[in-house]
């Protein structure tokens, strides 16, 4: 009876630690890849030299990027690019690469809110 008890109990830890990690993966809007940054969740987007980063808060709703900066250091060709990102429409940062960026590259995206505190996405 003992050994029922505590298998019941294992699965109910193993099932609470696995459940909450799944529980809250946002939803890319504009075609991108979503990642936790700090106190943010970025979307990355790229089509051909542009590049956008789209600031969200941790419910999804988007932030105003006014006062924002940024710099994208991605991989591309197999080498790093930088490329600084400066605040544009509503809750993005923007910015061009002197070479054609793939759909998803791998990389990361570094923030600086308009107090100074930097945060970093990390695209794989």
Do not use: C
């Not at 504009?30 to 970025?42: E, K, N, P, T």
């Not at 051909?48 to 600031?55: E, V």
């Amino acid at each position: 009876m003992s050994n029922t008890i505590w298998r019941v109990i294992t699965a109910a830890v193993v099932l609470g630690l696995v459940f909450p990690a799944h529980a809250h993966d946002p939803e890319p809007k504009h075609g991108g890849r979503i990642v936790h940054a700090g106190s943010y969740h970025i979307e990355l987007v790229t089509k051909g030299t542009s590049i956008a980063a789209f600031l969200l808060a941790h419910d999804e709703k988007p932030l105003p990027s006014r006062g924002y900066q940024g710099v994208a250091i991605l991989v591309v060709d197999g080498k790093s690019e930088r490329v600084p990102l400066a605040a544009a429409d509503d809750n993005q940062l923007r910015g061009t690469s002197p070479l054609p960026v793939p759909d998803n590259p791998k990389g990361v995206v570094q923030i600086t809110s308009p107090t100074g505190v930097t945060s970093q996405a990390k695209f794989n």
